[in-house]
């Protein structure tokens, strides 16, 4: 599976932003699809994952009530809505595939990744 994220890009704080992921293969539909970010200075770290056929989410407590994971298997896509934006929000955001669904923030139980798009979020 080959990933590429789109969406990012400038945006005042309170503000919204449509994360986009295309995923290339006839297996999308079997794998759990992440997001993780990237801050400047900081570690990757896991921001939300959602089940092959989307029945269930998971959400790090920093994002909860702000960003909504969605999938589209049919097309390939999985998105990440983000709402009421934060500077601390920003960051290069990457998908990635997990062949298992878990609420655990493990990286290493994801084995294909996307490129990264930067959010910026100004105060």
């Known amino acids: 599976v080959q990933l590429q994220a789109s969406g990012g890009g400038l945006v005042q704080a309170g503000g919204s932003l449509r994360l986009s992921c295309a995923a290339s293969?006839?297996?999308?539909?079997?794998?759990?699809m992440g997001w993780f970010r990237q801050a400047p200075g900081k570690e990757r770290a896991f921001v939300a994952v959602?089940?092959?056929?989307?029945?269930?989410?998971y959400y790090v407590d920093s994002v909860k009530g702000r960003f909504t994971i969605s999938r589209d298997n049919a097309k390939n896509m999985v998105y990440l809505q983000m709402n009421s934006l934060k500077p601390e929000d920003t960051a290069v955001y990457y998908c990635?595939?997990?062949?298992?669904?878990?609420?655990?923030?493990?990286?290493?139980?994801?084995?294909?990744w996307g490129q990264g798009t930067q959010v910026t979020v100004s105060s």
């Open positions: 959602l089940s092959r056929g989307g029945g269930s989410t």
């Open positions: 990635a595939a997990s062949p298992a669904y878990s609420e655990k923030h493990d990286q290493g139980r994801y084995v294909f």
């Open positions: 293969g006839r297996t999308f539909s079997s794998y759990s």
